[in-house]
């Protein structure tokens, strides 16, 4: 490899840095704006966009329910996903392959389809649109990640560590609870975030299932059909504060569990 | 001296018990746990059923159901059902999709831009993906890579936000090109197939990145190193040995790309205009504007899936894998 | 009971187990004594690790029963069992303490806690652990491991204690001590040790008994020193130790000895199970270290001439090739003390041994 190509290559890496952060910058900086128009140049400041958030009822209401739907959905995509790959990993039977791609459906599913798909069964069932229906809908959605992250992880169990909790005295439940779990912890937790900020982040799914009660990304999205507001924009921040924040944790956890942890 | 070590341990055996039992201690000697758990396990048949029963059920019920459901009210002349109304058998919903052009037109527009999107965003981060796995020391490319993940993880809405603020008229890249003084007005950006591009190309160049990432790292340093001992040029090594190697890395970041980007709704909504109107905005119409509209949404819905679906099977098989390995 | 009055607390009553075609037990029928050191020695597929893991309940058994302590245990899942097992990696729980792992076993028979904190402390300080009981598996080195394996299997205090490959992991020095470590804690606690080896070598250093298996079979079963010197098959022959193999056919016998024609040579042996037939065709093992190399023609007509064509020193001692057949190469390997080797300057020497040490094989 020539030196020029390194360089050339550096280059690009750095302007497509540039090119994914920028634009969250421009959103963060607009949040200071001191007007209401949203565009350059900016001739003053202000933190009271930030304050109208943190002081609007309505944004913090959202964000309970949204916080809410995402901590729900997340539980129970552990628990499920956990409970799939438990089976769909260790074992072999025929139809293996069909019963792993059923399961990875719903992540492969573009998102429109998966919205309105879920839509017409919350109806079939006769789940009211609202929050069961989008926390079954997240559900839905995440175990796909959870039962993946999890297979990956069992698959590096040794065989020898269940059956010596066997061997000293515990039933396959037991085994489970105090060997496989704890062994699984840190891709729990790495999926658990990854549920967490794929449901908090999620507009599709919410805007179809969601009744009249919008979600973060659902409020955003209307405000934003009515115009741009830099309280739009100190509301996006906060959010991508925290998700960031989640995601640089997901990502901390998931690589150690990599590394053998 | 060997006596005596034996015989501590059977006296600390006999002392008279102190303490607790911890909570898996009493349940493993619980008469009725093990009466249970005695006939619930008792072959590994029946632990294995146990087992496989909830995911079996849940899989079917609740992955596969809604889109076998989807289909199914795609045949029928009306849903959600009304009282006193039968619903009736019907190839109409599918019908009216190939007897109109305002439907077949985004239809098609929808694929078209998720080729094009896909392709450029393999060939953007391709070169980042290299310069990732083969040129920044291994101790930190942890670093760089999280770099990319941060604004990945921010949501699909903050993101376009993002881009809409970056092309708007009096947004920063217009502002940037005036100071400059390449252009005299603003350039309308905005509500075009470029606005569009640049937007969905943002929301997925991570889909794409990290398999590339992945299979590139694979790549031993010391193919290359043979290549060029062989003779080979930078551009014959990168054509015969890099470029094969990560196909594997091409195949999962593309249909990733693919599907996602068919299924964007918000984003098309925001950055496009009524010269860009895609599929999801059509679909999407059945469920808000019209209201008795459903067996249409879900008939398109299916039309939609089928053909992403295809296509992605297709360009697998033509990248000679299997679906089987598309998650990882 | 035995001869020596000990009863058996294991009997593998008839016991097989086939995986798909392949036959891993055939019929297997043994009983284990308390307090013996047994090792299942044989080359992997043997059949050695699924019997202890059938006796573990890992695998039941196709035909048979396995008898613990006088009760049929075979339908018993390993959690019911009083058989504990040291595995091959050890499977230390790596997110408990090494307190922790030896707890497991205690914990879950229900016992209190005072009483277990009491018998770990005891395990701990036997084996030498006392000052590891908070540290994680992952900061032990591969010995203290093993030690926190047994001492984790030994905890609830079985009826018999399975090991499997126990000191694979460990490195070739490191082995040698702990075998006399492991034979050492087993006469000391009076437990029932089922080892599982491919290494003759670990099993004739440990064991009280050793049963040879190959494919499914039991080979032999005797004392270590039974198995060194005399072999009942070519198979436990050849897989135990270094020996030369000589194949001829029965020409007589002589004052109890068995005449063997060699090839044209006459050589010297003694069969275990009485006199082979006369004109059969047999195999007979000698040991390197029992052939006897001698300058001149010994005194008896028992020996055979030949000249040294290869000569290794490995410190303790010289390993020569003794080729007895100019026409037909047969070579006989033997050991020599290497102050004498110059005695062999001229490379002819004569090839002797002591007429028990040749053991005549059957088939």
């Known amino acids: 490899m020539t030196k020029s190509t390194r360089i050339f290559m550096s280059v690009i890496y750095w302007a497509f840095v540039v090119y994914l952060f920028v634009p969250l910058v421009l959103m963060v900086v607009m949040g200071f704006k001191d007007s209401a128009f949203i565009g350059f140049p900016i001739q003053s400041w202000t933190l009271d966009w930030y304050k109208g958030v943190f002081q609007d009822t309505e944004v913090i209401n959202v964000f309970i329910y949204s916080m809410t739907i995402a901590i729900t959905s997340t539980l129970l995509s552990l628990v499920i996903g956990t409970w799939v790959a438990s089976f769909l990993g260790p074992y072999k039977f025929p139809g293996k392959v069909i019963i792993f791609a059923i399961t990875c459906l719903p ?135 925290m998700t960031a924040i989640l995601g640089i944790w997901a990502e901390r956890s998931m690589r150690r569990m990599n590394k053998g942890a | 001296m060997a006596h005596t070590q034996s015989s501590t341990l059977e006296e600390s055996r006999e002392r008279s018990p102190t303490g607790r039992r911890s909570f898996w201690g009493a349940l493993a000697q619980n008469g009725t746990y093990n009466a249970a758990t005695g006939v619930l396990f008792k072959t590994q048949r029946r632990q294995f059923l146990l087992l496989a029963s909830f995911p079996l059920i849940w899989v079917f019920v609740a992955h596969l159901g809604p889109i076998i459901q989807m289909f199914w009210i795609s045949f029928l002349d ?79 809405i903050v993101r376009t936000y993002a881009i809409m603020i970056l092309l708007g008229n009096t947004g920063a890249l217009n502002r940037l090109l005036m100071m400059l003084g390449m252009i005299e007005r603003p350039i309308p950006f905005m509500y075009t197939s470029f606005s569009l591009g640049v937007g969905i190309v943002y929301l997925t160049s991570l889909y794409m990145l990290l398999p590339l990432y992945s299979a590139l790292e694979k790549i031993p340093r010391s193919y290359l190193e043979a290549g060029a001992d062989l003779g080979a040029g930078a551009w014959t090594r990168f054509r015969r040995i890099t470029l094969p190697l990560s196909k594997e890395g091409i195949a999962s970041g593309c249909t990733l790309v693919f599907l996602i980007s068919t299924g964007y709704y918000a984003t098309p909504v925001l950055l496009g205009g009524p010269s860009t109107t895609v599929f999801a905005e059509t679909i999407a119409g059945f469920f808000h504007v019209a209201g008795d509209q459903w067996p249409t949404g879900a008939a398109f819905s299916s039309i939609m899936l089928i053909a992403a679906l295809s296509i992605t099977g297709i360009f697998l098989k033509l990248m000679g894998r299997s679906g089987k390995g598309l998650m990882k | 009971m035995d001869q020596q009055g000990r009863k058996a607390i294991v009997h ?33 597929g043997c059949g050695k690790s699924t019997t202890l893991r059938i006796l573990g309940g890992f695998e039941s058994p196709d035909q048979g029963r396995v008898i613990l302590d006088g009760v049929d245990v075979t339908k018993q899942p390993p959690n019911k069992r009083d058989v504990n097992m040291v595995f091959q990696d050890y499977a230390l729980f790596p997110h408990m303490t090494v307190g922790e792992n030896i707890a497991f076993g205690l914990e879950l028979k229900g016992q209190q806690r005072g009483e277990i904190d009491r018998r770990v402390a005891s395990l701990l300080d036997f084996l030498q652990l006392s000052g590891f009981r908070d540290r994680t598996p992952d900061q032990l080195s591969g010995g203290q491991r093993q030690r926190v394996a047994l001492a984790r299997a030994l905890a609830p205090d079985p009826k018999l204690l399975l090991l499997d490959e126990p000191l694979g992991a460990l490195d070739a020095k490191l082995r040698g001590q702990v075998q006399v470590e492991l034979k050492d804690i087993q006469r000391r606690t009076g437990k029932t040790f089922f080892f599982v080896t491919h290494d003759q070598e670990e099993a004739l250093t440990m064991s009280d008994r050793i049963v040879v298996m190959n494919a499914g079979r039991v080979e032999q079963d005797g004392t270590p020193e039974d198995l060194y010197y005399r072999p009942a098959s070519r198979f436990v022959a050849e897989f135990i130790g270094e020996t030369n193999l000589l194949e001829g056919t029965v020409r007589g016998s002589d004052q109890g000895a068995v005449i063997i024609d060699w090839k044209g040579h006459s050589v010297y042996g003694s069969a275990n199970g009485g006199q082979p037939q006369t004109g059969s065709s047999v195999a007979a093992s000698i040991r390197p270290e029992n052939v006897i190399c001698l300058p001149q023609r010994p005194a008896n007509d028992r020996a055979l001439k030949g000249r040294i064509v290869n000569r290794v020193f490995k410190g303790s001692k010289t390993t020569v090739d003794v080729q007895v057949d100019e026409r037909d190469p047969l070579i006989i390997k033997a050991h020599v003390d290497p102050a004498v080797a110059h005695q062999f300057a001229d490379d002819t020497v004569w090839v002797t041994w002591d007429t028990n040490r040749l053991a005549v094989l059957a088939g």
């Open chain 2, 78 to 156: 009306s849903y959600p059902p009304r009282v006193g109304y039968e619903p009736q058998f019907t190839l109409d919903n599918w019908a009216t999709f190939f007897g109109q052009s305002i439907f077949v037109t985004p239809f098609i527009r929808t694929l078209v831009y998720a080729f094009t999107f896909t392709f450029a965003t393999l060939l953007i981060t391709y070169p980042v993906a290299y310069f990732l796995a083969k040129h920044v020391k291994r101790q930190n490319q942890l670093i760089f890579l999280l770099l990319l993940l941060i604004p990945f993880w921010v949501g699909e």
């Open chain 1, 107 to 241: 992540a492969v599913i573009p998102g429109i389809i998966s919205a309105i798909s879920l839509r017409i069964y919350a109806r079939f069932l006769d789940i009211e649109p609202g929050m069961l229906a989008i926390i079954l809908g997240h559900t839905v959605h995440n175990v796909p990640f959870v039962a993946l992250v999890v297979m990956a992880r069992l698959a590096t169990l040794p065989k020898s560590h269940i059956e010596a909790a066997r061997d000293l005295g515990a039933d396959s439940l037991i085994a489970f609870f105090r060997v496989t779990l704890p062994y699984l912890r840190p891709a729990l937790i790495g999926a658990g975030i990854f549920c967490m900020l794929l449901s908090f982040d999620d507009f599709v799914r919410a805007f179809f299932l969601g009744s009249y009660q919008p979600t973060l990304p659902v409020l955003i999205f209307a405000k934003l059909r009515s115009g741009m507001s830099p309280e739009i924009n100190a509301i996006s921040t906060v959010v991508l504060v």
């Open chain 3, 12 to 44: 593998i009553e008839n016991v097989s187990k086939s995986f798909g075609q392949t036959k891993a037990i055939d019929n297997l029928d043994m009983k284990i004594m308390a307090g013996e050191f047994v090792t299942f020695l044989g080359p992997s």
